[in-house]
């Protein structure tokens, strides 16, 4: 194992620890006030779930690695059959976390959703517009995941390590797909509640807390940007790994940070 597998490991424990600590603390901050767990709670520890999952493919796959490699090292390399089974199970867990990660990042955007539903519950003009973007939201993941599976044909290439199965094991298209939707949905969630929170009836401090927490999700966004592929080598399994570890961290972050703020009081 190389030293970039080791950080990546590390990075994946750490961060996912992390995303794991603000997640149960919100789970046992509601519990401490005597407040009924919600929706929103309830999706939170169904992100949890696909938190832990995420975190052992992923140390798996930097263990294992999988068929993403590059033409001159399959030219150079000698391959075994117990390597070339690794590098199987692992691509194949590598498609397998895509669909747990894209499940994860939706499920932290719900949360936000429902606060918002929750923060503007009794004005009229607002629920109307959640429940448009319910729909895009509904509509966005389903895209994210249905581009997935579109970019091998046979099907079996996900994970065929020789002979060399082509570069669509890199996924490119799926990465773009994702970056985009994902700025989109982010850009669509800050958007919303900005209208309420600087009409709203508190002084000017009060007002720019409120707008300054509820940006937070700009973190996103710029993460986001960092993993197109145009930056570096964007569709490296290692690189996937790390950003997607800070990305899940950040996404834990932006939808919770604002409950905790509640809770806290």
């Not at 429940?131 to 046979?154: D, H, K, M, N």
């Not at 973190?219 to 790390?242: D, E, F, H, K, W």
Request: glycine share 6%; aromatic share 12%.
């Amino acid at each position: 194992m190389d030293d970039n597998s080791k950080k990546t490991i590390i990075m994946t424990g750490v961060f996912g620890f992390l995303s794991a600590v603000i997640m149960l603390l919100r789970i046992a901050m509601r519990k401490a006030r005597g407040q009924v767990f919600n929706l929103s709670d309830y999706l939170t520890m169904a992100a949890m779930v696909c938190l832990a999952t995420r975190t052992a493919f992923a140390t798996v796959v930097t263990l294992w690695s999988n068929n993403n490699l590059s033409p001159g090292y399959r030219t150079s390399h000698k391959f075994s059959d117990t390597e070339i089974y690794h590098r199987v199970v692992g691509s194949q867990l590598t498609l397998v976390n895509r669909i747990v990660y894209n499940t994860y990042i939706w499920i932290q955007k719900a949360v936000v959703l429902l606060l918002y539903r929750r923060m503007l519950d009794r004005l009229p003009g607002p629920l109307r517009i959640i429940r448009l973007y319910w729909g895009f939201l509904i509509t966005t993941y389903l895209a994210v995941q249905s581009v997935t599976f579109v970019e091998c044909r046979p099907f079996s290439l996900y994970w065929q390590v020789m002979p060399n199965p082509g570069s669509c094991t890199r996924a490119p298209v799926q990465l773009i797909v994702f970056v985009a939707l994902n700025i989109t949905t982010d850009v669509a969630l800050i958007i919303l509640p900005m209208p309420w929170l600087i009409g709203i009836k508190q002084s000017l401090k009060r007002r720019l807390s409120l707008i300054g927490l509820f940006s937070i999700g700009f973190l996103l966004i710029a993460i986001a940007i960092a993993r197109l592929p145009i930056y570096g080598n964007g569709t490296s399994q290692v690189n996937r790994n790390t950003w997607g570890s800070i990305e899940e961290f950040a996404a834990a972050f932006v939808a919770n940070v604002p409950t905790l703020f509640a809770l806290r009081r």
